[in-house]
């Protein structure tokens, strides 16, 4: 599949991201990760890292337990041993707002969007942890909380010039067709300049088009921002192109850990996507 | 043709942000406004002041109340009732306490009062969610009934149970009491009304307001976006209580004149609801709207009999008025759940193009 | 340290010392707990089968036992009263259903719920336009329901059972048992649990939801009339009795909302609950305690079990 060339590179401005983690270092560590919901073990015992800067995909046949390690890392479950460490700091258990305001940002497999309100209001929403004026400055508005207002509503522009949505911005999102709803989600996520941006399954339900809009703005962000992804994806040529590396699930186990060349070439994949009992 | 806004561009993010971005909104706002505080106090008769009008208004700031809790932050509250009691009892103890203080001032500070007991009974909002908050807010609702029959302490122990509200003045103008005027006290329903409905226009469309609806919407997601549901869910309690304790001394000391636990029962918890659903969850304006229609239909459908001639036994009236307001809920319900604001959108809408179709 | 004494001690000492007393007490709870589990029934089996929370079943019992009484006060005999007031409760579902509940299908439940809300007080209006607002005594012996009470001699004392909560009791037990085999072995009661679950699918498998939810709503009816019976027997059949059913809320807490069992032993629970803690400890508190206690209840209970005795624990999916 063929990637245009980047694009836009001057509308977002240098906003590489200061996190404390040298690019190429570990950003992110998942050590004996295990999970289950009562009698299910969703996730066992799997450990993988993602280095900064790069674009992580994290692949597998449906129900391997992808979209709970995400959560895990998001903070969302909480997982019965191991541990995460995120930019230096081991934690076990969090909850899913100190991820964000440590710099976890993510879309959804089902997109997660806030219908109740417009385009523009929901990448705003992104920005929520960076808004600051307290309550009695919320009352009257006007004064230092719509200057703060104005401020974001600058950085939101600038993510909605990128991802060429002008038209939409004031539309109510459930009326956007689903390819729209899905790059809006993105502009929310990137609205809260996070490390690392966590995406589940960001083409599903695109067409090639479509997937190849997307595989430029993952492209761009991760190589004009310096965001770390991490990416579920079941297009294999996408991951193939994409990807710095890749690391396999299948029932809760990994089964692969390395770049898209080894990755695909393991027998013990190819299995697995096969269905060969194992 | 007229309400067009062909040729009003936005050069400024401010500009773009304004609450009423469109010329002929603000047009219209400011001819209400004029209407409100000039026309009706000079032309209206007392009926219509003091049946009408101020307890639309009173009811429609209870209604934004509760507007915040259900429509902005998705949080179902049947204790609007009771947390306008508080606000009432609150203000009559201060008053007894207080005698010198300026009765306004006494007014709001009673909203804050009825914002601790808020946010107190909407601490369980963060275990429990959707429909059995229902309950723990039905708990608020008769636990706090029965503490305004049992302390004592709170009606300062007279006889009946009952709170009756003493004269006072601002400027030397009689304000409570019965004999402040009903011109007097409507002016100061409305102003009251008026600038705490634009703080709650300014505190909706702020981050705060967001986060809000950010956990209506998707709490989850809002989770995962940095909100946090305790500060979100119970500064949304608090806001709304605090607006339905100014409602509720408002009620007493600037339209009843005295009250009773039955004021703030259960029935007016739901009646409160019905405002708010039928005007639109989530919209000031559906507030207002919803209001007018709870409020001031019982007041036409009695009056329509004596219009037409007709003679009817008031018992049967009554009878008749519960049986025409349940269909209309049901009516209403059906043909736009998202309330009266949703058709008044959909009208202006149509007006946008007018007069062509579409 | 004497209010510690009343609060941990006394009671118990109290209850240990009558007990002749407290075992009247405990039949009280036990005959309001069943009441509160009849009305409790109805709102379950609506909900169970159109994910609806029926407001108006309080105001559907009023109108059941009124309809009873009113048609006997016209000079039919008890049981065929009995049988038009039936027919008038079917005639209601059906009519609920076909102006209300089909133009609602899939709005989101608060609508739902606020239309039946609607609904109760536009029943409650009309109620009162046919019937007239005073209350009226129910007619029990008519019936067959047998009057007068027992004595029973216990612990030095005496327990007073009156015949007609036994008879409750027992009807409340029969209704529950019929129900459940309905639900459970039955095809209909198999196509009430799929609409339950999903109107959508239940309905591209080819379950006619309108016929289901006038069946259910029927039921309903008839759970109804059984509940507007019973406690009309015990206390005329007046208009306040809708705000009782208010107090099924709590019931539907600790039970789930869509089980029958659980309607039986929430309203139990709580009808003890009531009535024990409003006898031994309510003078503590000033007395009529009975009007919260129940909510405040299942408050403590939700705070531990945010989905109820015998809900299903929520997982929730991203």
């Known amino acids: 599949?063929?990637?245009?060339?980047?694009?836009?590179?001057?509308?977002?401005?240098?906003?590489?991201?200061?996190?404390?983690?040298?690019?190429?270092?570990?950003?992110?560590?998942?050590?004996?990760?295990?999970?289950?919901?009562?009698?299910?073990?969703?996730?066992?015992?799997?450990?993988?890292?993602?280095?900064?800067?790069?674009?992580?995909?994290?692949?597998?046949?449906?129900?391997?337990?992808?979209?709970?390690?995400?959560?895990?890392?998001?903070?969302?479950?909480?997982?019965?041993?191991?541990?995460?460490?995120?930019?230096?700091?081991?934690?076990?258990?969090?909850?899913?707002?100190?991820?964000?305001?440590?710099?976890?940002?993510?879309?959804?497999?089902?997109?997660?969007?806030?219908?109740?309100?417009?385009?523009?209001?929901?990448?705003?929403?992104?920005?929520?942890?960076?808004?600051?004026?307290?309550?009695?400055?919320?009352?009257?508005?006007?004064?230092?909380?719509f200057n703060e207002?104005?401020?974001?509503?600058?950085?939101?522009?600038?993510?909605?010039?990128?991802?060429?949505?002008?038209?939409?911005?004031?539309?109510?999102?459930?009326?956007?067709?689903?390819?729209?709803?899905?790059?809006?989600?993105?502009?929310?996520?990137?609205?809260?300049?996070?490390?690392?941006?966590?995406?589940?399954?960001?083409?599903a339900g695109m067409n090639l088009e479509e997937k190849e809009d997307m595989s430029r703005f993952i492209i761009d962000v991760n190589q004009q921002f310096g965001t770390t992804i991490a990416l579920i994806e079941h297009d294999m040529g996408v991951v193939m192109d994409l990807a710095d590396r890749v690391v396999v699930l299948d029932y809760g186990k990994k089964i692969a850990d390395g770049f898209p060349a080894e990755v695909q070439a393991s027998q013990e994949v190819i299995d697995a996507y096969l269905g060969v009992p194992h | 043709m007229f309400y067009r806004e062909a040729g009003q561009f936005k050069t400024s993010y401010k500009a773009d942000q304004a609450v009423f971005p469109i010329l002929q909104d603000r047009l219209a706002i400011a001819a209400f406004l004029a209407i409100a505080f000039i026309v009706i106090p000079y032309f209206g008769n007392d009926f219509f002041i003091n049946s009408m009008m101020i307890p639309f208004l009173i009811f429609s700031l209870a209604a934004i109340g509760l507007n915040i809790l259900t429509g902005y932050t998705g949080q179902i509250s049947l204790g609007t009732g009771a947390f306008m009691g508080v606000g009432a009892y609150a203000c009559y103890k201060m008053t007894s306490i207080f005698p010198d203080v300026n009765i306004i001032i006494l007014i709001i500070g009673s909203g804050f009062f009825s914002a601790i007991v808020g946010m107190i009974f909407g601490l369980p909002s963060l275990r429990i969610k959707g429909f059995y908050l229902v309950v723990t807010t039905l708990a608020a609702q008769f636990f706090l009934e029965w503490c305004f029959i049992t302390i004592g302490w709170l009606y300062n122990y007279n006889d009946s149970g009952a709170i009756e509200v003493p004269q006072r003045e601002m400027f030397g103008i009689i304000i409570t009491g019965a004999s402040a005027s009903p011109v007097t006290r409507y002016l100061v329903v409305l102003s009251i009304v008026v600038v705490m409905t634009w703080v709650a226009s300014n505190i909706i469309r702020g981050r705060i307001g967001r986060a809000w609806m950010m956990i209506r919407d998707m709490d989850i997601a809002a989770e995962l976006m940095g909100v946090r549901p305790l500060q979100a869910k119970i500064s949304a309690f608090a806001v709304s209580s605090f607006y339905a304790g100014v409602a509720g001394a408002m009620m007493v000391f600037l339209w009843l004149g005295a009250a009773e636990v039955e004021?703030?029962?259960?029935?007016?918890?739901?009646?409160?609801?019905?405002?708010?659903?039928?005007?639109?969850?989530?919209?000031?304006?559906?507030?207002?709207?919803?209001?007018?229609?709870?409020?001031?239909?019982?007041?036409?459908?009695?009056?329509?009999?004596?219009?037409?001639?007709?003679?009817?036994?008031?018992?049967?009236?009554?009878?008749?008025?519960?049986?025409?307001?349940?269909?209309?809920?049901?009516?209403?319900?059906?043909?736009?759940?998202?309330?009266?604001?949703?058709?008044?959108?959909?009208?202006?809408?149509?007006?946008?193009?007018?007069?062509?179709?579409? | 340290m004497d209010l510690l004494y009343n609060i941990f001690v006394d009671p118990f000492v109290q209850m240990a010392g009558t007990p002749d007393f407290f075992l009247q007490v405990l039949w009280e709870g036990f005959v309001t707990g069943t009441l509160y589990s009849l009305i409790a029934l109805g709102f379950v089996l609506i909900f169970k089968a159109s994910g609806v929370f029926n407001f108006a079943q309080g105001i559907m019992v009023v109108f059941a036992a009124l309809s009873l009484v009113g048609f006997h006060a016209l000079g039919v005999p008890a049981y065929l009263a009995l049988f038009l007031a039936l027919a008038v409760m079917a005639a209601l579902a059906w009519t609920v259903e076909r102006v209300i509940l089909?133009?609602?299908?899939?709005?989101?439940?608060?609508?739902?719920?606020?239309?039946?809300?609607?609904?109760?007080?536009?029943?409650?209006?009309?109620?009162?336009?046919?019937?007239?607002?005073?209350?009226?005594?129910?007619?029990?012996?008519?019936?067959?329901?047998?009057?007068?009470?027992?004595?029973?001699?216990?612990?030095?004392?005496?327990?007073?059972?009156?015949?007609?909560?036994?008879?409750?009791?027992?009807?409340?037990?029969?209704?529950?048992?019929?129900?459940?085999?309905?639900?459970?072995?039955?095809?209909?009661?198999?196509?009430?649990?799929?609409?339950?679950?999903?109107?959508?699918?239940?309905?591209?498998?080819?379950?006619?939801?309108?016929?289901?939810?006038?069946?259910?709503?029927?039921?309903?009816?008839?759970?109804?009339?059984?509940?507007g019976i019973m406690w009309g027997a015990r206390s005329d059949v007046s208009?306040?009795?809708?705000?009782?059913?208010?107090?099924?809320?709590?019931?539907?807490?600790?039970?789930?909302?869509?089980?029958?069992?659980?309607?039986?032993?929430?309203?139990?629970?709580?009808?003890?609950?009531?009535?024990?803690?409003?006898?031994?400890?309510?003078?503590?508190?000033?007395?009529?305690?009975?009007?919260?206690?129940?909510?405040?209840?299942?408050?403590?209970?939700?705070?531990?079990?945010?989905?109820?005795?015998?809900?299903?624990?929520?997982?929730?999916?991203?």
């Open chain 3, 102 to 227: 089909r133009k609602l299908v899939n709005q989101p439940e608060i609508i739902l719920f606020m239309a039946t809300i609607g609904l109760s007080y536009f029943l409650i209006g009309l109620g009162e336009f046919i019937f007239g607002g005073e209350p009226k005594p129910m007619i029990t012996e008519e019936l067959g329901l047998p009057t007068g009470s027992t004595v029973v001699d216990v612990a030095g004392g005496i327990v007073i059972l009156q015949h007609i909560d036994i008879a409750a009791a027992l009807i409340a037990a029969v209704l529950v048992l019929g129900l459940a085999i309905f639900f459970s072995k039955t095809r209909i009661g198999r196509a009430l649990r799929a609409v339950a679950d999903d109107h959508q699918a239940a309905l591209s498998v080819g379950i006619s939801l309108n016929q289901i939810w006038a069946i259910v709503w029927f039921a309903a009816g008839i759970v109804a009339l059984a509940t």
């Open chain 1, 149 to 203: 207002e104005v401020e974001h509503r600058l950085e939101v522009e600038k993510i909605i010039d990128f991802l060429e949505i002008q038209s939409i911005r004031k539309t109510p999102v459930g009326q956007l067709p689903y390819g729209l709803q899905k790059r809006v989600e993105l502009g929310r996520a990137l609205a809260a300049e996070p490390s690392l941006l966590l995406l589940d399954e960001p083409m």
């Open chain 1, 1 to 145: 599949m063929n990637v245009a060339t980047p694009q836009g590179e001057a509308s977002l401005g240098a906003r590489i991201v200061d996190d404390g983690i040298e690019p190429g270092a570990e950003l992110l560590k998942v050590e004996n990760v295990s999970l289950s919901f009562g009698g299910v073990k969703a996730i066992q015992d799997i450990s993988f890292d993602v280095k900064k800067g790069e674009i992580r995909a994290i692949i597998g046949p449906n129900g391997a337990g992808k979209t709970s390690m995400l959560n895990v890392i998001n903070g969302f479950y909480h997982p019965q041993e191991g541990t995460i460490t995120f930019r230096g700091n081991v934690r076990t258990k969090m909850r899913p707002y100190m991820a964000a305001s440590q710099g976890i940002s993510r879309t959804f497999q089902n997109v997660a969007l806030f219908t109740g309100m417009s385009t523009l209001d929901n990448i705003m929403a992104g920005r929520q942890l960076k808004m600051h004026k307290n309550f009695f400055w919320q009352m009257w508005r006007y004064g230092p909380a």
């Open chain 2, 263 to 358: 004021s703030f029962d259960v029935n007016h918890s739901f009646l409160i609801l019905f405002m708010v659903v039928l005007g639109g969850l989530g919209s000031l304006l559906g507030s207002f709207m919803g209001a007018a229609f709870i409020t001031l239909l019982p007041i036409i459908l009695g009056a329509i009999p004596g219009i037409l001639g007709v003679d009817i036994n008031a018992a049967t009236l009554e009878h008749v008025k519960f049986m025409i307001i349940g269909a209309l809920i049901i009516f209403f319900l059906i043909m736009e759940p998202h309330g009266l604001a949703r058709l008044w959108a959909i009208g202006k809408q149509k007006l946008r193009v007018w007069p062509f179709p579409y």
């Open chain 3, 239 to 318: 208009f306040a009795l809708q705000i009782v059913a208010l107090k099924a809320l709590p019931v539907l807490i600790l039970g789930g909302f869509t089980s029958v069992p659980g309607a039986i032993i929430g309203g139990l629970i709580i009808g003890f609950g009531e009535k024990i803690f409003e006898v031994y400890w309510g003078g503590l508190l000033g007395g009529g305690v009975e009007g919260w206690f129940a909510y405040v209840l299942a408050l403590i209970f939700l705070l531990f079990r945010p989905q109820g005795l015998f809900g299903e624990k929520i997982i929730e999916r991203v």
